[in-house]
């Protein structure tokens, strides 16, 4: 959540105007924004800065109207979003005309300025553009909460030494294949 930010470019909306509540979308926002650039092999949404981020979406997304804005808890930032000049948007195909018809249609739930109306991460895994390579039975989603709560001052050894047991947690056949390699 801070200010600077070498990602910019992958930030949701939500992000950028400095809502309060957030989830998974942001990451399906995030992905999006490099399908796109896979897709068009550069980054749909270069901004400069904060501000500058926020209108580039706009010109590509199209103005939003009154209930696609309604998540938008800050008050200064709605008025923002409602100050833009008004955009048709650019229709996705047009941007990548090559891209096929079933990836524009994912692309176009993923990139959804309202959190809300985004697609989901199974419902996008689920879509006709991926499911031919998504097998659910293969990588469930988690059943439990992840908690991302961790001590900034750790040294990267520390670090790294916690990710490999957490990783041995979860695959403890990779210990024996790591002993059978240094033996």
């Known amino acids: 959540m801070t200010e600077y930010v070498v990602t910019r470019w992958y930030r949701a909306p939500e992000l950028l105007l400095c ?3 957030y989830g998974t979308s942001i990451d399906v926002w995030s992905v999006g924004c490099i399908f796109a650039e896979l897709l068009g092999r550069k980054p749909i949404f270069p901004g ?3 501000l500058n981020q926020l209108k580039l979406i706009i010109n590509i997304l199209g103005s939003q ?3 696609d804005i309604e998540f938008i808890d800050n008050p200064k930032a709605r008025r923002f979003i409602k100050t ?3 955009t048709a948007g650019t229709p996705l ?3 990548y005309p090559d891209a096929h018809p079933l990836a524009i249609d994912l692309l176009h739930r993923m990139l959804v300025f309202d959190p809300t109306k985004r697609i989901g991460v199974t419902e996008a895994l689920q879509h006709p553009y991926m499911s031919a390579l998504y097998d659910p039975g293969s990588n469930p989603p ?3 909460p992840i908690d991302l709560d961790i001590d900034e001052d750790l040294e990267e050894e520390t ?3 916690l990710m490999w047991e957490e990783m041995l947690h979860y695959h403890p056949e990779d210990l024996a ?3 059978d390699a240094s033996t």
């Open 159 to 161: 670090i790294r030494d």
């Open 65 to 67: 109207r009154e209930e």
């Open 93 to 95: 195909q047009l941007l």
């Open 142 to 144: 988690a059943n439990v």
């Open 48 to 50: 400069t800065e904060c």
């Open 177 to 179: 294949n790591q002993m």
């Open 84 to 86: 833009l000049p008004y």
């Open 19 to 21: 809502c309060d509540n």
